[in-house]
């Protein structure tokens, strides 16, 4: 988890990303508290409670895990929607 109303750093997002790998399904959501996290839950399930969600992350893509979290490129696209989405998202659904 990550709690955004923090200053928080571009390895503070590499970890997010490493938190969970990438053997599933994700998808990084943030709550109207301003906790980004990587859910189990994708799409539209349990969705009440949350800021904004990013599009579904599909399994073995590389999105999730070590692996992403050592791609600096993706973790500053990341950090970049973060910061621009967050505390006042455009959408609550956010598409790449």
Partial sequence: MLDLTKPYTTQDVADL???KDDSQLRQLRVTLNGIAFLSDEV???NI???AFRFETWDQGNGYSGQAAAADTAWVSRIE???RKHWPNPRSS???F
Avoid: N
């Fill in 17 to 19: 990303i490493a938190s």
């Fill in 43 to 45: 799409g539209a399930e």
């Fill in 48 to 50: 009440d409670g949350l």
């Fill in 80 to 82: 970049h929607d973060l």
């Fill in 93 to 95: 659904y956010i598409d």
